[in-house]
């Protein structure tokens, strides 16, 4: 039987505007069968955005306030009963990196922000990969989950996206903790699809509007996409975002360990990519004129690597050992927020020459999670090549 296809909405939009937006993203998902079809009057919602750290609206690093008023405004409308708002972020707190964008300001339409730092014990005895989760305490009590990604790269799976985006699920240093436990690209993306299959997110947007290419997703440059992308189908989404950037699906984990996990799909054939214009009729589009239309060929992503075959598994392997963090001394400021957070026993990044010289290395120890390229706030850690406009 032939499998139902998975539907993308792209609805274009080159601005935060908050009227603007708002109306994007209703008529996007009335496409998808309007938000009565994800949300149910009087459940209780958690609406989880990319905040990976306090950072300013400007650095694109996490999710655009006007996505988020959006759809609490959508969910508003709903008849919603409680919605909270939060991610944990890898560095800070909920609140901080929500003050930074200007969300504790403002009209949240009967939202609040959430803690998010009270961890919960779960146990998913169903996990193909990861059996057990400490997720933050608002995750088990809300009926409902709708996921507010942000379009960016990403050192060890290449892009971030709806897949990715729940890791922020998982509370505080838990996080770094988990790239010790899933050692690897692929692994750690089977656990990420092991959080979709526990949670089941109902709804899936991603904020392309400002996107970040380069040395995402913490410390890359802002790039305009100007699209706004929604799905039930986390990969289908993802996979969209990577035709959009001329990046072949099947070079991401968390594409491939997703569908190969069931919680979605990369294949072109079975994506129904619609566009969704104010007042016009849905148009499906196949990914040629996507490209055509929204693409952006010169986006700075890792391209780099073959489909998957024994040989390819090696050299997937030479080439995540030969991608090292790599510190610019002339930005950093000895801060130790990469030496805090690299999961490593023993650390694989310290101050052996002492506090007034930047930390160092021991790349016999570094397992290449790059979490300290992703939390360190001076953009002076990149994987493995120098920024584009370093260059
Ligand atoms: S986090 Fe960045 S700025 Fe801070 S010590 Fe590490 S490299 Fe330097
Ligand atoms: S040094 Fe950085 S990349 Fe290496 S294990 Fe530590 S945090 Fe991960």
Redesign the pocket.
């Known amino acids: 039987m032939q499998r139902e296809k998975s539907r993308v909405v792209i609805a274009p939009c080159s601005t935060y505007d908050e009227e603007e937006v708002y109306r994007a993203m209703k008529c996007a998902v009335e496409l998808l069968g309007g938000i009565g079809a994800f949300v149910k009057a009087g459940e209780k919602v958690l609406v989880k955005p990319n905040f990976l750290s306090p950072s300013s609206v400007d650095k694109a690093v996490t999710t655009h306030p006007a996505v988020i008023r959006g759809m609490l405004r959508i969910l508003a409308e709903a008849g919603a009963k409680e919605v909270v708002c939060g991610d944990s972020p890898g560095h800070g707190t909920c609140k901080a990196a929500a003050e930074k964008i200007g969300l504790s300001t403002g009209d949240l339409f009967g939202a609040r922000i959430g803690d998010m730092s009270q961890e919960v014990h779960v146990k998913f005895d169903e996990g193909m990969t990861a059996k057990e989760f400490q997720f933050a305490r608002e995750v088990t009590e809300a009926d409902a989950l709708i996921s507010l990604c942000k379009m960016k790269t990403h050192a060890l799976e290449r892009i971030t996206g709806a897949v990715k985006n729940v890791y922020g699920l998982i509370c505080g240093y838990r996080k770094a903790a988990g790239?010790v436990k899933y050692p690897n690209a692929g692994v750690f993306a089977r656990m990420l699809a092991d959080i979709h299959r526990c949670v089941k997110p109902r709804l899936h947007v991603m904020d392309g509007i400002v996107a970040m290419e380069g040395n995402g997703p913490g410390s890359g440059d802002p790039v305009p996409m100007n699209v706004l992308l929604f799905s039930k189908d986390p990969v289908a989404l993802d996979t969209v975002f990577c035709h959009l950037v001329y990046l072949d699906p099947e070079l991401v984990p968390t594409n491939t360990q997703g569908a190969a996990m069931g919680i979605g799909t990369y294949n072109i054939e079975e994506i129904d990519i619609c566009i969704a214009k104010e007042g016009r009729e849905a148009c499906s589009i196949t990914a040629a004129e996507l490209q055509k239309r929204y693409g952006n060929a010169d986006f700075d992503v890792d391209r780099k690597g073959t489909k998957k075959t024994l040989l390819s598994r090696y050299a997937e392997t030479m080439r995540a050992l030969a991608k090292r963090?790599v510190i610019d001394e002339k930005r950093c400021i000895r801060c130790g927020i990469?030496v805090s957070?690299?999961?490593?026993p023993g650390k694989?990044?310290s101050f052996k020459n002492g506090r007034e010289q930047p930390p160092v290395?021991d790349y016999s120890k570094?397992?290449?999670?790059?979490?300290?390229?992703e939390m360190c706030p001076r953009h002076a850690i990149t994987a493995g090549k120098k920024r584009r406009r370093d260059l």
């Open positions: 790239h963090p990469c957070h690299c999961p490593v694989a990044v290395y570094c397992i290449r999670c790059y979490c300290c390229q």
